[in-house]
């Protein structure tokens, strides 16, 4: 046992660093709205700049997951760091829509291979007694950047370094670059010697029915999550300080995910995951309704315990529902349609804005995803519960 322990001790140490510092490079962005309205550029424009980002990152999804089945670890890594540099790079041309345009895109699909490779990497290394516990942990890194990156970021810009802010994404792509290429190949070639079947197919992995589910939910928590990017617009329409909200939710969830690392191995996983989406939909709609820095904190706070828990138990099922052959598809997979919230939600805002306004557009976007994690937690995931608890009742009694 301290051997295994040991074993997922040295590859969460492995893999932590490339997954804290790609989420800087992608989280440092958050607050890149207030920037790009000092361009003066139109609503419509701004949201589907923001968007682009996630839309790249989730066409891309599929192709990681045949990467790592084909290049591997590390190769992955490092040409998908290389790409993320030439990305960011692109953002310091402002001049051009056409340019920034691009950057946002090659920079999001690079992250979106970078950060699939290190997860489904982990889903097929660790075991399912530790899995929960694993993933908490590594995840950790993404809301150490959103306490990190983020606000040296909107600080970069309220104090108007535009050169400094910009130059933080290629810089960290590169450090990004270095640490892929130190994750060994040699941990792979095991695991694949001990899959006995081919890798599996699309057409398997979509047949399973608890998985689109868990696709479905996974989904609409994105919804809520993506509200996240378009807080700096409330906060400087009121007069805030958006790091109040990022940065609070970003410890919240560290100090859960610290915390209760090992708690999340013992939960119901099943049954949990949506009321952690409700929750952040909860913090959501009392930023919307009551925008100041005092709820600002609050509302953060409520939301990284909510996304604190949420994420890694998400990945979690993803690992507790499918074969290892399908693991890397799966993981893939997940992460694609989660994207597709963050892709949905800057265009929502950039074309209700002008209708709705600010808050008005969370508050619609937070009732709507939360109303839907209630219906399929009542209708699907409670019922999947209980099966699952008469069927180990059942095996037990044998």
Same mark, same amino acid.
């Given at each position: ?143 150490? =950047?959103? !306490?990190? *990156? ?8 309220? /104090?108007?370094?535009? $050169? &400094?802010?910009?130059? @933080? ?78 940065? =609070?939710? !970003?410890? *919240? ?8 690392? /090992?708690?999340?191995? $013992? &939960?119901?996983?099943? @049954? ?101 994690? @209630? ?24």
């Amino acid at each position: 046992m301290f051997a295994k322990m040991s074993q997922d001790a040295r590859l969460l140490v492995k893999l932590f660093l490339p997954y804290f510092f790609i989420h800087c490079a992608s989280h440092v962005y958050l607050t890149y709205g207030r920037l790009l309205q000092s361009y003066e550029l139109s609503p419509e424009v701004i949201g589907w700049t923001l968007s682009v980002y996630y839309i790249a990152t989730m066409t891309i999804r599929p192709l990681a997951g045949w990467l790592l089945e084909n290049f591997g670890i590390r190769r992955t890594l490092v040409w998908s760091g290389a790409f993320s540099f030439v990305g960011c790079f692109f953002l310091f041309f402002k001049q051009s829509v056409i340019l920034l345009f691009i950057g946002r895109a090659v920079s999001g699909a690079s992250y979106g291979v970078y950060s699939a490779g290190l997860l489904s990497y982990q889903a097929l290394c660790v075991s399912e007694k530790t899995r929960g516990k694993m993933f908490s942990l590594l995840v950790v890194g993404s809301t150490l =950047s959103m !306490a990190s *990156a983020t606000p040296l970021g909107e600080w970069f810009l309220l /104090s108007s370094r535009e $050169t &400094l802010y910009l130059a @933080v994404g290629p810089v960290l792509s590169a450090l990004c670059c270095l640490l892929g290429g130190r994750v060994g190949e040699g941990e792979m070639g095991e695991i694949r010697a001990c899959v006995e079947k081919p890798w599996g197919t699309y057409n398997e992995l979509f047949s399973l029915r608890p998985f689109l589910l868990l696709v479905i939910t996974g989904t609409t928590i994105a919804l809520v999550d993506a509200t996240i990017i378009n807080i700096p617009l409330l906060s400087a329409e009121r007069g805030l300080v958006a790091s109040y909200f990022l940065t =609070s939710s !970003a410890v *919240a969830a560290v100090v859960v995910r610290m915390m209760g690392s /090992s708690l999340i191995n $013992t &939960l119901p996983r099943v @049954v949990l995951l949506a009321p952690c989406g409700i929750l952040m939909a909860g913090a959501t709609i009392l930023t919307s309704l009551f925008p100041t820095d005092l709820v600002f904190i609050a509302g953060g706070t409520l939301f990284g315990a909510g996304i604190g828990v949420g994420w890694p138990m998400l990945h979690a099922l993803v690992a507790d529902f499918l074969d290892p052959e399908l693991l890397p598809k799966g993981s893939s997979t997940a992460l694609l349609f989660y994207d597709g919230g963050f892709s949905a939600a800057p265009l929502i805002a950039g074309y209700f804005l002008p209708f709705l306004g600010t808050a008005g557009t969370f508050l619609a976007v937070s009732l709507a995803s939360g109303g839907l994690l @209630v219906l399929v937690e009542i209708f699907y995931w409670l019922p999947l519960y209980g099966k699952l608890r008469s069927l180990r009742a059942g095996k037990s009694a044998d």
